[in-house]
């Protein structure tokens, strides 16, 4: 049973465009983060949201967290073709299990 | 600061045998979680180590072991190897406690079962 799904699970855009990928669950975590992986790589940490509301930034990347700690998105403004990549939210339970949601493909077409 | 190395990164295994999958952890970091990542699929966390003992386990069977050793090194055992066990095998390690700590991932070692 999957925990956490992400929407959508592929995604092919034009760059310059936005878009936004939704993490959701019906449980509650302690702190969600979003990773990036490349092929044949492991996933690299972009964030941590810890608070309820929370909403970070990252140059073109807008994190939050939801008021619940239930769910969260990740938008991007004007994607480009660096963005292309496997996109992963992982919630904490307890003793720093991370549980991920079967990632997002995004990919940005020149 | 070294990152998270793992090796073999690639390995070919037939059902039945045994493999060894080696991790070593970002220096500082005394904590060390092993995920199972199937191929277009998020990772699954088979276990973690914390101090050389295991510290949580999820919903994998006992012929998934592990070690850890002293200085915070690990190993990630199979036995009896099947042919849902093809996947890339990540480690992260980070620093032990309460409270959250970021987990850094090393590459993987893709482990393919013939």
């Known amino acids: 049973t999957q925990l956490l799904e992400q929407s959508p699970q592929f995604l092919s855009i034009q760059e310059g465009e936005n878009l936004t990928v939704y993490c959701n669950s019906s449980?509650?975590?302690?702190?969600l983060q979003w990773y990036r992986q490349e092929p044949g790589e492991g996933p690299v940490l972009l964030v941590t949201?810890?608070?309820?509301?929370e909403v970070k930034k990252l140059k073109r990347l807008t994190f939050q967290f939801g008021d619940a700690r239930k769910d969260s998105s990740l938008h991007i403004t004007a994607a480009q073709p660096g963005d292309t990549g496997l996109y992963l939210c992982a919630g904490q339970q307890g003793a720093q299990k991370l549980v991920f949601g079967q990632g997002t493909r995004l990919t940005i077409n020149p | 600061e070294t990152g998270v190395t793992q090796s073999p990164t690639h390995l070919i295994k037939t059902r039945g045998q045994q493999v060894t999958l080696r991790c070593s952890s970002q220096?500082?970091?005394?904590?060390v979680s092993w995920y199972q990542q199937a191929l277009g699929q998020g990772p699954q966390f088979i276990f973690q180590y914390y101090r050389e003992e295991e510290n949580g386990r999820g919903n994998f069977p006992p012929r998934f072991s592990g070690l850890q050793f002293p200085n915070y090194s690990s190993e990630l055992n199979v036995n009896a190897l099947e042919l849902d066990d093809s996947a890339l095998y990540l480690c992260?390690?980070?620093?032990?406690?309460?409270?959250?700590?970021?987990?850094?991932f090393g590459d993987g070692t893709r482990l393919s079962i013939l």
């Open positions: 220096s500082g970091h005394n904590t």
């Open positions: 992260a390690s980070s620093v032990g406690g309460t409270g959250y700590q970021p987990q850094h």
């Open positions: 449980s509650v975590f302690s702190s």
């Open positions: 949201v810890v608070t309820g509301g």
